[in-house]
């Protein structure tokens, strides 16, 4: 009777969900089989390295986005990304501060139009980078990905919060946000891969390795 109540247990446990803990785990370095090892987050088996040193790629941006934290570093987050990507001579894709609040995704609404976007360009991208200046919205970003139907990589990225600012005007608990989309988007079943370090700048060492 035990040993039948501990199969069941064990059965029902495997048909939810992974729990946040399964998450954390993938802070810690473990690749669960519902992730993407880093090195083959892009097409072939280009490293993320080798990915942003070729010489035309085209990447799906996701700017994430949560109402109540700070709206300028979505604008910040935008400048570092096209930047970035920039001097590395890979093509962003993404909305526009005209067709979404100051180009994040937030709402369902804004991840309709980034959708479409995506789904217009399907098939110059290489893959879709998902960036987290704050908590963002996590149902903004997985709903993008599900309505986009792209099929290709995602590669998760969140900013590290500055010790020295953590008020109001810049806090921005982009770690949590970052595990709170990692969640959806397990329970949608899309894949990802994530950075090295959990939470990192785009322009530091550790954004792409």
């Not at 959708?115 to 110059?124: M, P, V």
């Amino acid at each position: 009777m035990a040993a039948g109540r501990a199969f069941r247990s064990r059965a029902a446990a495997e048909s939810r969900p992974p729990p946040i803990a399964s998450l954390l785990e993938v802070v810690e370095g473990a690749e669960p089989s519902t992730n993407i090892p880093l090195a083959s987050f892009f097409k072939g088996s280009l490293t993320s390295a080798d990915f942003m040193n070729k010489s035309s790629s085209t990447l799906g941006v996701i700017i994430g986005n949560r109402d109540f934290f700070p709206d300028q570093l979505v604008a910040e987050a935008r400048q570092d990304i096209l930047k970035v990507l920039g001097s590395r001579g890979v093509k962003p894709v993404m909305v526009s501060p005209e067709e979404t609040k100051l180009g994040g995704v937030e709402t369902h609404a804004d991840a309709r139009k980034c959708a479409d976007l995506f789904k217009r360009h399907r098939d110059e991208l290489d893959g879709v980078l998902v960036v987290l200046p704050n908590f963002g919205d996590e149902k903004g970003v997985a709903d993008t990905l599900k309505m986009s139907k792209l099929d290709m990589p995602v590669l998760i990225q969140a900013y590290p919060d500055d010790l020295g600012q953590l008020d109001v005007a810049r806090r921005r608990d982009a770690f949590c946000g970052k595990i709170s989309v990692c969640n959806n988007l397990v329970q949608a079943g899309i894949r990802f891969s994530l950075t090295t370090k959990h939470v990192s700048r785009p322009d530091s060492k550790h954004a792409w390795s």
